[in-house]
Each structure stands twice: as structure tokens, then as C-alpha cells.
T-cell receptor, first 113, second 114 residues
């Protein structure tokens, strides 16, 4: 089992460019999440998908869109990147049958210049 | 507003010593509380998970306590090792409309010196 994988690991964008962060899990989990982590801040929830076919906004959804492509994959899209979106992005997944534990990917470090 | 406050913000201790990290929360309705360890450049990894009815949970040298009445939790690390140097994050979750929403603290940065 690879667990939760994220691509790319690093990315540099210019302001206004678009990109999609990919996330996949092989644990047959129902729920998936996207977070951003900034220095001195806790992880903040951007979007989540409680189950395949559903997505909901989290605490900081502005400037982002998501797609739950299937049970395994949950992508995060930045349509027009801004310097304020420079951050480390983490994807996580959770099984409805687990004891509430989330499993995190290794993160994507994004810089917008 | 649901909030999770952690203290201290940072802590430096000598190898072999014990330490205790604190977490206070205002999350409601409470579902569960977790402590994560996050090494630099990596995603968080779960250490302990506690529900409302549990007041202590151990994982090796890590022991978490929960007082649901005062809405406080602590993480005690015994006989610290250099590999314990990391950020420790308290996460408190509530349920909303059938979904499970975690709220993260900002973390305590622990440095263990030889």
C-alpha cells in the first residue's frame, strides 16, 4: 500500500497561471480532504469530499476548485494562482469505519511569484 | 467559533527529559481529539485518538489525557529522544450534517537537544 500520494512535490507558478494538484489513496477510504499549511498557522481545510460524488467547502475555499474523480482520486485546482496561495498543500483520507483517523500525503510545496 | 489553542508555541528540552504539551479547545459538538506528530517536510502522522468517554490513551512513550469537562488535553512525552524533535498538533473534530470536520491547532514545535 502506498497510502496517500500527491503530485507534484514542488511547483513554482507565476501569478495568473493555473494548475491542478493530484491526490490518490489506495486504502479504499470514503472521505478525502485538502488542507493548506502556512508558517505559524495550523492546517486549514480548503475542501473535503465525504464520499464519492460529493464535495463541500471548508474554511478557506476561495480561489480553489476540487473534483472527486472517483473513490481513489481527489484533485485541487487553482484557476488563477495568486501569491497568497503560496503554501504547502496536504491531501488526507479517512475511512468511515476507522476510529476517525486521517492519513496524510507527503504534501505539495507551491510557490506563486 | 470553533478553536484549538496549543501551548507552548515552542519548547526546547534535553534528551532523556520528560515534557508536557497542552491543548485547549472550544469545539462543539465534540466528536474526538487527536494528537499528531509532524516531522519537517512531511505530512502529520497520528499518535493518539480519544473520544468523549476516554480520558487517557498511550502510544509507547506518548501519553495523551483528555478532560472533556474543562475541554483540555495534554500530551506527555517520556524519556525524550532526538527523533521526538517535531511539531505536535492537536486536532479536535465535530460533526456537522453527518460530516466530520477537524479543527487543527497551530502546533507546538519541540526541539530535543543531545
Amino acid at each position: 500500500n502506498a497510502g496517500v500520494t500527491q503530485t507534484p512535490k514542488f511547483q513554482v507558478l507565476k501569478t495568473g497561471q493555473s494548475m491542478t494538484l493530484q491526490c490518490a489513496q489506495d486504502m479504499n477510504h470514503n472521505s478525502m480532504y485538502w488542507y493548506r499549511q502556512d508558517p505559524g498557522m495550523g492546517l486549514r481545510l480548503i475542501y473535503y469530499s465525504a464520499s464519492e460524488g460529493t464535495t463541500d467547502k471548508g474554511e478557506v475555499p476561495n480561489g480553489y476548485n476540487v473534483s472527486r474523480l472517483n473513490k481513489r482520486e481527489f484533485s485541487l485546482r487553482l484557476e488563477s494562482a495568486a501569491p497568497s496561495q503560496t503554501s504547502v498543500y496536504f491531501c488526507a483520507s479517512r475511512s468511515w469505519t476507522s476510529t476517525y483517523e486521517q492519513y496524510f500525503g507527503p504534501g505539495t510545496r507551491l510557490t506563486v511569484t | 467559533k470553533n478553536q484549538v489553542e496549543q501551548s507552548p508555541q515552542s519548547l526546547i528540552i534535553l534528551e532523556g527529559k520528560n515534557c508536557t504539551l497542552q491543548c485547549n479547545y472550544t469545539v462543539s459538538p465534540f466528536s474526538n481529539l487527536r494528537w499528531y506528530k509532524q516531522d519537517t517536510g512531511r505530512g502529520p502522522v497520528s499518535l493518539t485518538i480519544m473520544t468523549f468517554s476516554e480520558n487517557t490513551k498511550s502510544n509507547g512513550r506518548y501519553t495523551a489525557t483528555l478532560d472533556a469537562d474543562t475541554k483540555q488535553s495534554s500530551l506527555h512525552i517520556t524519556a525524550s529522544q532526538l527523533s521526538d524533535s517535531a511539531s505536535y498538533i492537536c486536532v479536535v473534530s465535530f460533526t456537522s450534517g453527518g460530516s466530520y470536520i477537524p479543527t487543527f491547532g497551530r502546533g507546538t514545535s519541540l526541539i530535543v537537544h543531545p
